[in-house]
């Protein structure tokens, strides 16, 4: 048997060659950060501008999706979707649900509003449902395509301080027990015998937990839920960009809007209806348009990773996609990188409860989720 410390010396030079990878999850808070209005909020208060605008210009036709009630013609300048529901007409069923279920909820969630929708829709509703979504589609798109432009024209000075998180090592003490196993573990062609690759392991684990050990990634893949282009800002040499929910006016990369948790106990009932209209939102069917959800599943394939969150809420309408990613073996840890509301409040907590209904195992959950002390906000707070 070789010497210990022979053992060692080959370890560490075999070790620093072991690197890891990193995947970016890059949500609407993201675009947010950068000064881009891509939330639902902001679209639906400029669609609602259009509505008033229309009505001066006397374009407002009655096919259009919302109309304004003539009694309430003589000053539509003072009317708001938010106070005033009750003077505009609608045409379109989704935009009317989202509207009022704003009133008892004080938020849009649109994607879960669609899934209410879709829940208690029948045979003879579905087929008006999935048009006006698809209507509600390309309102959006057209919005997020405006904001996208006026982006361009004004662009942000925060790329330094997020690319510095994009490009910070992967830290020891962050990964789970069972990756810091996999990294301290010693080729098994040193030793010949158990006993002697497990003292190595522990010996090396030691060490490494007492250092904070960094691992610089390998590879990097920013995954991007947005339908803007703000993840190309951070394209180097080693990172790949997914859109994973397509691109803005792109044929080949459409749009995918809609819902995406498989996981949930009424997605059965609604597939079990055997009627394709019901599934033709879910994320799931319309990943099939490309090949980014098997891009996806080579990349977790292929080596550890950790997941860096930024300005992604984690909520249930990526569950399909983020439990294959989070509860994945080579998962190594889930970093992440939280709002600052004040000096004093963060959604560092909200975005650890969202995603904890990715995971369905919860001992995965408390073992891989990276505890806020070396987590960072993804944007300093400034007073």
């Given amino acids: 048997m070789l010497p210990a410390y022979v053992g060692s010396i080959f370890f560490f030079v075999f070790l620093e060659k072991k690197l890891m990878n990193k995947i970016i999850l890059i949500g609407n808070g993201f675009d947010l950060a950068h000064g881009i209005k891509t939330s639902y909020n902001d679209f639906i208060d400029d669609f609602e501008k259009e509505v008033k605008s229309r009505y001066f210009q006397r374009t407002l036709d009655y096919n259009f999706d919302i109309t304004i009630n003539s009694e309430y013609g003589f000053n539509p300048s003072n009317l708001s979707f938010k106070q005033n529901i009750e003077a505009f007409t609608f045409n379109n069923i989704f935009f009317e649900y989202v509207l009022k279920r704003f009133n008892s909820v004080n938020y849009y969630d649109l994607e879960g509003f669609f899934y209410e929708m879709l829940k208690v829709a029948d045979v003879n509703t579905i087929k008006k449902l999935n048009s006006d979504f698809y209507s509600f589609i390309n309102h959006l798109e057209k919005y997020l ?26 830290l020891f003490n962050e990964l789970s027990q069972e990756a810091k196993r996999v990294v301290s573990k010693i080729h098994d062609g040193l030793y010949n015998n158990e006993a002697g690759r497990k003292a190595a392991m522990e ?100 080596d550890l990773f950790q997941i860096c969150i930024m300005g992604h809420s984690c909520g249930n309408t990526d569950r399909t996609l983020l439990n294959t990613i989070f509860e994945h073996d080579n998962c190594a840890s889930v970093k992440i990188y939280y709002y600052q509301k004040s000096a004093t409040q963060d959604y560092y907590l909200d975005v650890y409860k969202n995603i904890s209904r990715n995971f369905n195992s919860k001992a995965k959950l408390r073992d891989r989720v990276v505890n806020k002390s070396f987590c960072k906000p993804l944007i300093n707070f400034l007073e």
């Fill in 203 to 302: 010996r090396i684990y030691g060490d490494f937990k007492k250092t904070n050990k960094n691992f610089n990634s390998d590879t990097t893949l920013l995954l991007n839920f947005n339908y803007t282009e703000t993840a190309d800002l951070y394209k180097k040499e080693k990172t790949e960009i997914i859109n994973i929910h397509g691109k803005l006016n792109d044929i080949e990369n459409p749009i995918i809007f809609g819902y995406g948790d498989e996981l949930d106990s009424e997605y059965s009932v609604i597939e079990n209806k055997n009627d394709n209209r019901f599934l033709e939102h879910f994320k799931s069917i319309n990943y099939a348009k490309t090949d980014n959800y098997k891009k996806v599943l080579e990349y977790i394939d292929s």
């Fill in 145 to 170: 395509t405006n904001v996208e432009n006026q982006f361009r024209e004004n662009n942000s000075n925060l790329i330094s301080e997020i690319l510095e998180h994009i490009d910070s090592p992967i």
